[in-house]
């Protein structure tokens, strides 16, 4: 398929067929394909936990409210925002970054541009994901309106700001995990109605772990898991052209 042909294939099936399996490795495939999603700052803040154990399975069902996207689905992955691993995620950028500019960069440019990934990764990075019970992203909102006054400034790095931010580049993994497993022929359906204190206790993840969304994944039991035509509001609705 083409990717016009892939995002009209690509449909939210609640009802998946139990009879026919798909293989983990190509599921395993499109979430590597997931990582080549955009990100803010490169940062990566996500984490994939594909489920195939059916004990595991029966508890993150029980977790989506049994919902039967996740109860006749085979394999299940969860996406995880990790908003709690800013460090370790921005060193690593750091290292990676260094090594890219010594490799590609014209070598009078490469001290400057190892001392700009320095500053970012090293210092801003640190200080715009740093949590302490809300009052570091006062501090941030303080100082980015005050800059604001004397030029464009990002305004939105609040703590919650961060949250959605991470969550945002977490979606985006998601949904080319879903383009990507469209590709393949296979079927998903991403779920945000769930139980997280349930199901963080049964994948075991760490309190700084958030939920991002549930993706059941299968193939569909013929035309029981789609509600008919999709619903879009129309195009000019929500296009505007500026010009």
């Not at 940062?43 to 069902?61: C, D, N, R």
Request: proline share 5%; aromatic share 10%; charged share 30%.
């Amino acid at each position: 398929m083409n990717l016009d042909e892939v995002l009209h294939y690509r449909r939210s099936v609640r009802v998946f067929d139990k009879t026919k399996p798909i293989d983990p490795e190509k599921v395993k495939h499109c979430l590597e394909l997931a990582t080549l999603a955009p990100n803010s700052s490169d940062m990566q803040l996500w984490e994939f936990y594909h489920i195939t154990e059916p004990g595991l399975l029966a508890k993150v069902s029980h977790a989506c409210l049994g919902q039967k996207a996740v109860s006749t689905a085979l394999q299940v992955v969860v996406f995880v925002a990790r908003r709690d691993v800013y460090r370790k995620r921005a060193r690593f950028v750091l290292d990676f970054e260094r090594e890219n500019i010594r490799r590609y960069s014209p070598e009078e440019r490469q001290a400057k541009r190892i001392k700009d990934r320095e500053l970012y990764y090293g210092m801003l990075m640190p200080f715009v994901y740093a949590r302490f019970f809300g009052l570091l992203g006062l501090l941030r909102k303080l100082l980015a309106n005050v800059i604001s006054i004397f030029r464009p400034m990002m305004l939105e790095v609040s703590e919650n700001d961060m949250r959605v931010v991470a969550h945002k580049s977490c979606a985006l993994a998601a949904q080319t995990f879903m383009i990507a497993m469209a590709n393949e022929g296979y079927d998903t359906c991403p779920l945000e109605g769930l139980d997280s204190r349930r199901l963080k206790r049964a994948l075991k993840l760490p309190h700084g772990a958030e939920i991002n969304m549930v993706i059941p994944c299968g193939i569909r039991d013929g035309n029981k898991g789609i509600w008919g035509e999709r619903c879009r509001v129309p195009f000019e609705e929500v296009y505007h052209k500026l010009e």
